[in-house]
Structures are given as structure tokens and as C-alpha cells.
């Protein structure tokens, strides 16, 4: 049962990454063991990874081979960075409204002096860069698609939906 467990989560794992297009990004496979070890693989260094006689079988690109026990495994996870990890999210009072919005958003306790804003789609794209923001000014947004955003002001990020 773990074992169609571990198989499962690894092929649902696949095919989210599949659907986020994570050219841009990096993939890694984090392996915790029962035991508490665990090991780190970046997922472009492996070349595939199979299942069988109660191994994980990670095929490395250089040609090496590695066998784990999947009685072993604890956890599976597979994690992706984007640009967006040296943000540093604060909960500040920094207010994009309105949220959901169409066509336009503002923002609403900026901080004072020369602001950057940039909005990124959920999978770490940069859609939209202003060098110089003023308080009460409206953002358009209209050729954006309908989804989620992160808007990024200076080092505060906050996200938005495009309805």
C-alpha cells in the first residue's frame, strides 16, 4: 500500500510539473527516510526515476544508478524555485485594491520615496515592471489573464486576483 502510495504522489508530482512549465525553474526531489536522513536531488541531474522489486531506482545523468528502498521512504517531495525567493514578505500595511479586480488596481500605504513595482504571474514570470510609482496612481491591468498574481513593492509582495 505505501509503495502504490509513493507511486501515486511521485506520478501526481510529475504531472503538476508538467502543467506549472518549469522551464525556468528549479526542480529538486527532497527524499526523507523513516530513519530522519534525508537527501536532496536537483531533478535535472536525473535522467529518470523508476519503481520496482521494492526499489526507486534514480538514474542519474552522468550514468551512475541509485537504489532506494521504497520501505525506507517516508516522504516524497518535490519542491521548484522561482525569482520570487529572495522576497521578503511582510505583513506590512500595504493594501492592493481592489482585490479581485478587472481592469485596475492601486496601492494604498506605499512606502515614501522611490517605489518599484513589479508584478509576476503565479509561476514567477515578470509581467509588468514600474520604475516609478506615485501614490493614489491606478495600474492597468486589463491585458493580464484571469488568475493569480504577486505584485512585488520594493521588497514587500502581496498577491492580487485578475478576474
Known sequence: MKIKFSFALFLFALFVMGVL?????????????????????????????????????????????????TSSVQKLVFTSFTGLNDLQVEPATLIVFPNPSREYISLKNIPDGDVKIVIFSINGSQLINLQHYTNNEMIDINHLTRGIYIIKVNNQALKFTKL
Request: hydrophobic letters at 35%; glycine letters at 8%.
Open 21 to 69: 512549465n518549469v522551464q525556468s525553474q528549479t526542480v529538486s526531489l527532497d527524499i526523507k527516510n523513516s530513519d530522519g536522513s534525508e537527501k536532496n536531488i536537483d531533478v535535472n541531474s536525473l535522467r529518470k526515476i523508476t519503481f520496482g522489486n521494492g526499489m526507486m531506482i534514480l538514474n542519474y545523468r552522468i550514468g551512475t544508478v541509485e537504489n532506494v528502498i
